[in-house]
C-alpha cells in the first residue's frame, strides 16, 4: 500500500510540475491576403458524441454501485483505494474533471431560470446520481468516484484534529460558496464553482497560475487536514450531507457491535466520528433546554440579518455580470466607447445592441439579483441559526459512529475495528495503533 | 514535523487561498481584467538605437502627387510613379516631365530609351519623351506587377498575384518565368502574402528577388536556378518582421542591399552576404502603420524614400 501512495506522489508532483499555465499569441499580423485567398472559418471542437456521455454516466452509476457494495458489503478500504485511483485516472485525468457532480449544481440552476438553457441529461444524472445514492448508501460519491475528493484524498499525510469551534465555522463556508454559486448562475453571471475549481487545472494541466497555487495550496494543506475543499469548500458536500443523513443503509464502524474499545478514534482524518455520549452531557442536556429556547428565538433574527445584508450587498454583488458592468461603465464613462483596448466594451460594441438595450436588460439582472441577494443571505442566516441551534440539540449515543452528515464511506476506520465481519468476534490480529 | 510548524503552515496556506481567491474575484471582472494578453504589442518595434542608425535626412521633395507607388533612378534623374501618371523630376526637385497613364502604375524601372512600368495585368513602356509605344498584356487576370528591372535586353517582371517571376524580351514576348520552385522539393517558391514582391538586378548583373514569407533574398539565373540566398529572421531591428518583408530592396554602389519593409517601416542596409549594417531610416521617420515606400538608390551612395504618406521623396546620405 506504501508503494502504490508513493507512485500516486510521485504522479501527482510530476502534473503539479508540468501545470504551469500556457499563454500563446499570435506573433505577426495576419498577412493580408488579397488574391482571392479565403480565411478559413474557425473550427470549434465536436462536443463529446451522446453516446460517449452516456457511457460517462454508465461509468459514474458504476463507480457509484461498486464504492457503495465495496464501503457496505465487501468493507474493504483497499478497494475503495483501488475505485479512488481509478476516478482519479478516468473522471480525473482522462475526462479532465468534467462534467462533474459538482459543478453540475449550476447547471440545475440555470436550467430553472434561464428558458433558453437546456441541461443535458447526462449533467443531470450526473447531478441526481450521487444525491440518489447518498439517501441510500451515504456519500459514497465521496468515496471513491469524485474526482476532486479522491485526489485529496490520496495526499493524507497526517492528518491532524482541528478545534471543535473551528470545523464548525468553516463548516458554513460550504453553504455561503453553495448560496452564491447558485446566486451566480441563477443571474447567468458566472459559474463559480468551475472558476475556482482547484483541481480542474491539475487534470487539464492547463490553468493560469494563480488556479494552479489554489490547487497546491489545497493539496498541501490537505497532507495535515484531510480532504480541506470536500469539509471547508464544497457546495456539493452539502446536498450529499443532507441525503446522507436521511441514509437507509450506512457504512458502520463495526461489522457487528461496538465493544468501546476506542481503537477507531482517531482513524478518521475527517473527524467524522461521533463519539458516545458521556455521562457528564446526559445529566446536563436538560440544562440545554434553556439555550435552545434562545437559539430558538434567534433564529427568525438570523434570517433576517442574512436577508436585509443579502438585499443591501445586491448591487455590488451583481457587478460581476457584464451587463450590468459595462451598462454602469458606459454611462458613467461614455468615453470608453472610443477606447479600443477595452475589449468588454469593444465586445459590445460589434454585437450591434444598443445602450437602451443594455440597460434593460442590466436593469433585469439587477432586480434577479436584488430577489436572489435576500434569499441567499436569508439562507446563510437560517444555516448559522440552526448550526447554533444544532450545538445545544441532544442526541443520545451509545457506540462509536461515524456521522451520516460528514462521513466520506472512504472505509478507513473499518480496518481498525477489531470485530470480525464474519464470526463477530475479535480478529486474531488487531492493527497497531499509533496515538496522536 | 512539530505540531506548531504544521498550525503555522497550514495557517500560510489558508491565508495563500484566500488571498488567491479574493484577489481573483476582485480583479477578474468585466473591465477590470489585466490587459489583453494577445496585444499584439508594437512599442518596442519601433525603437532604434541611436547609434545604428547610419543615415540622415538631407532634403526632401514634395510630389504632385496624391498615391506614390514606385521610384527609380538614373543619373540625375527620378522617374516616380503614382496616381496615373509618371513624373520625372530632377535632384533639386524641379519637374521635367509628367505624363498621364492609362493605368494605375504600380513601380517603375529605366533602361536605354525606355521607360517600364508595371500596372494590375499590364505592363506599360513609354519613351523618354512619355509616349506609350507599348503595352504588354499577356498575363493572367490575377496578375499584378510590382516591380520591374531591366538587365540589358532582359526585362524582369515580379508578378505578386501571381508569385511568379517573368522573363521579357524587349519586344515584348517572354522568354521564361519561374516560381522559385525545384522538382525536389528543396525550395518552397516565392511566398508573397501581400502585394509586396520586389526584385533586382546590381551592378554586376545578378538578379535578386525577394522571397517575403520567407524574409529571404535570393538570387537566381536569368532561368530561374537558385544560386543563393540570404535570410535575416530576428525579432529585433537586424531582422525582418511581419508577414512579408522585405517589401522593397535597391543596391548600393558595390553591392550592397538597402532594404525597406512594411508594417513597421524602417530602411535598412545589408552587405551582400547579408550581413546587417545599420539603419537608414527608423521608424520613427514614418507614420505608425503607413504605405510601404518604394526606395532606390543613385551612384553617390544617395537613398530616396518614396514615402506615399507624406506625398514626397526623402533622401538620405550617409551621416
Known amino acids: 500500500m506504501n508503494l502504490i501512495k508513493k507512485l500516486i506522489y510521485l504522479i501527482t508532483a510530476l502534473h503539479l510540475l508540468l501545470a504551469v499555465p500556457a499563454m500563446a499569441q499570435q506573433r505577426f499580423p495576419k498577412p493580408e491576403f488579397e488574391s482571392g485567398y479565403e480565411q478559413p472559418d474557425t473550427i470549434t471542437p465536436e462536443p463529446r458524441s451522446l453516446a460517449l456521455e452516456y457511457f460517462d454516466v454508465a461509468v459514474l452509476l458504476a463507480v457509484l454501485a461498486l464504492a457503495s457494495w465495496l464501503a457496505l458489503k465487501k468493507r474493504s478500504r483497499e478497494g475503495i483505494l483501488w475505485l479512488s485511483i481509478f476516478t482519479l485516472l478516468y473522471f480525473g485525468f482522462y475526462r479532465n474533471g468534467c462534467i462533474c457532480s459538482v459543478g453540475s449544481i449550476q447547471n440545475v440552476v440555470l436550467s430553472f431560470s434561464d428558458v433558453n438553457y437546456a441541461i443535458s441529461a447526462a449533467a443531470l444524472l450526473f447531478f441526481l446520481l450521487p444525491l440518489i445514492f447518498a439517501l441510500f448508501f451515504g456519500r459514497v460519491f465521496c468515496a471513491g468516484a469524485c474526482p476532486l475528493g479522491v485526489i485529496q484524498d490520496l495526499v493524507i499525510v497526517h492528518p491532524i484534529q482541528l478545534p471543535f469551534w473551528l470545523r464548525k465555522v468553516l463548516g458554513l463556508i460550504p453553504y455561503i460558496y453553495l448560496a452564491l454559486a447558485v446566486l451566480y448562475a441563477a443571474t447567468g453571471t458566472d459559474f463559480i464553482i468551475c472558476r475556482y475549481d482547484p483541481f480542474v487545472g491539475i487534470y487539464r494541466m492547463d490553468a493560469p497560475y494563480t488556479m494552479v497555487v489554489l490547487g497546491v495550496a489545497f493539496l498541501l494543506m490537505g497532507m495535515f487536514v484531510g480532504r480541506p475543499y470536500c469539509r471547508f469548500f464544497c457546495p456539493y458536500g452539502v446536498l450529499l450531507k443532507w441525503m446522507s443523513k436521511f441514509s437507509r443503509w450506512h457504512l458502520t464502524i463495526t461489522p457487528s457491535h461496538c465493544i468501546q474499545c476506542k481503537l477507531c478514534t482517531t482513524s478518521c482524518p475527517f473527524d467524522a466520528i461521533d463519539y458516545p455520549s458521556e455521562e457528564k452531557a446526559i445529566v446536563g442536556s436538560r440544562a440545554g433546554a434553556r439555550k435552545f429556547l434562545l437559539y430558538a428565538v434567534l433564529l427568525p433574527l438570523w434570517v433576517g440579518a442574512g436577508v436585509f445584508v443579502g438585499a443591501k450587498s445586491h448591487a455590488y454583488l451583481s457587478r460581476a455580470n457584464q451587463d450590468v458592468y459595462l451598462a454602469e461603465l458606459m454611462i458613467a464613462h461614455p468615453e470608453v466607447k472610443d477606447d479600443p483596448d477595452n475589449l468588454d466594451v469593444q465586445t459590445f460594441l460589434s454585437k450591434g445592441r444598443t445602450l437602451e438595450q443594455l440597460v434593460e436588460d442590466a436593469r433585469i439582472v439587477r432586480k434577479k439579483f436584488y430577489t436572489g441577494s435576500m434569499i441567499a443571505g436569508g439562507f446563510i442566516g437560517l444555516v448559522i441559526g440552526m448550526t447554533l441551534l444544532n450545538q445545544v440539540i441532544f442526541r443520545r449515543r451509545t457506540d462509536y459512529q461515524p456521522n451520516p452528515g460528514d462521513c466520506y464511506s472512504c472505509g478507513r476506520c473499518m480496518d481498525y475495528c477489531p470485530v470480525d465481519k464474519n464470526t463477530a468476534q475479535l480478529k486474531t490480529a488487531v492493527p497497531v495503533m499509533k496515538k496522536e | ?319
Open chain 2, 1 to 319: 514535523m512539530k505540531k506548531q510548524g504544521i498550525y503555522i503552515f497550514l495557517f500560510v496556506l489558508m491565508v495563500v487561498i484566500v488571498v488567491v481567491i479574493v484577489t481573483d474575484f476582485a480583479t477578474n471582472k468585466p473591465g477590470k481584467r489585466p490587459s489583453n494578453p494577445f496585444e499584439y504589442e508594437m512599442d518596442g518595434f519601433h525603437e532604434t538605437p541611436e547609434e545604428e542608425i547610419l543615415y540622415k535626412e538631407t532634403r526632401n521633395l514634395k510630389m504632385k502627387m496624391v498615391q506614390l507607388t514606385g521610384i527609380t533612378c538614373r543619373g540625375e534623374e527620378l522617374f516616380v510613379t503614382g496616381d496615373r501618371n509618371l513624373q520625372v523630376i530632377g535632384l533639386d526637385g524641379r519637374m521635367k516631365l509628367d505624363v498621364a497613364l492609362p493605368e494605375e502604375p504600380l513601380c517603375v524601372a529605366v533602361s536605354g530609351d525606355r521607360i517600364y512600368m508595371g500596372a494590375l495585368a499590364s505592363v506599360m513602356v513609354l519613351d523618354m519623351e512619355g509616349n506609350l509605344v507599348a503595352q504588354w498584356k499577356d498575363f493572367e487576370e490575377t496578375s499584378l506587377i510590382t516591380s520591374i528591372a531591366v538587365y540589358e535586353n532582359n526585362i524582369f517582371l515580379a508578378d505578386a498575384g501571381r508569385r511568379r517571376v517573368y522573363r521579357y524580351q524587349p519586344d515584348g514576348t517572354r522568354a521564361a518565368e519561374f516560381e522559385g520552385k525545384s522538382t525536389d522539393d528543396v525550395l518552397h517558391g516565392f511566398i508573397v502574402p501581400s502585394a509586396c514582391f520586389d526584385l533586382g538586378l546590381n551592378e554586376f548583373g545578378d538578379l535578386w528577388v525577394a522571397n517575403p514569407g520567407k524574409h529571404a533574398l535570393e538570387n537566381y539565373t536569368f532561368d530561374g536556378n537558385l544560386r543563393g540566398f540570404w535570410t535575416s529572421v530576428f525579432s529585433d531591428v537586424k531582422g525582418f518582421q511581419g508577414c512579408c518583408n522585405p517589401a522593397h530592396f535597391a543596391f548600393l554602389p558595390g553591392g550592397n542591399f538597402i532594404t525597406c519593409e512594411k508594417g513597421v517601416i524602417r530602411v535598412k542596409e545589408y552587405k551582400p552576404s547579408g550581413e546587417y549594417v545599420g539603419v537608414v531610416a527608423a521608424p520613427a521617420k514614418f507614420i505608425e502603420e503607413g504605405k510601404v515606400p518604394d526606395i532606390t538608390t543613385d551612384a553617390q551612395g544617395r537613398v530616396y524614400v518614396c514615402d506615399p504618406d507624406k506625398q514626397s521623396i526623402r533622401i538620405f546620405e550617409k551621416k
